[in-house]
Nanobody
Framework: QVQLVESGGGLVQPGGSLRLSCAASGSIISIGTMGWYRQAPGIQRELVATITRGGSTNYIDSVKGRFTISRDNAKDTVYLQMNTLEPEDTAVYYC??????????????????WGQGTQVTVSA
């Protein structure tokens, strides 16, 4: 089993900042691309940003220049620094990861998993 645990969400005023963290744990051999997604009420979940194990990043247009994704491979953790937050950024933010893990029988396998989500609310 591999689990992702997010933290760092909360309530912030427009123009403020928050930093989300997502730590992976379990029988991990290697974690590949990690990403942050978000889902606002009544809207489909959308990709916000991704980062490869080597550090290559990708962002949706609406967050470019405001959000920064980073990771610490030694800690199996990915971060999302969010600056100049806008009310439109209000959503539940989910962490996602592709990984290679080892089963109880010792077999290696590829899979993908999600965190439980953390609420980000941007409001005056």
């Amino acid at each position: 089993q591999v689990q992702l645990v997010e933290s760092g969400g909360g309530l912030v005023q427009p123009g403020g900042s928050l930093r989300l963290s997502c730590a992976a744990s379990g029988s991990i051999i290697s974690i590949g691309t990690m990403g942050w997604y978000r889902q606002a009420p009544g809207i489909q979940r959308e990709l916000v940003a991704t980062i490869t194990r080597g550090g290559s990043t990708n962002y949706i247009d609406s967050v470019k220049g405001r959000f920064t994704i980073s990771r610490d491979n030694a800690k199996d953790t990915v971060y999302l620094q969010m600056n100049t937050l806008e009310p439109e950024d209000t959503a539940v933010y989910y962490c996602n990861a592709n990984f290679i893990a080892r089963s109880a029988t010792g077999r290696y396998f590829n899979n993908n998993t999600w965190g439980q989500g953390t609420q980000v609310t941007v409001s005056a």
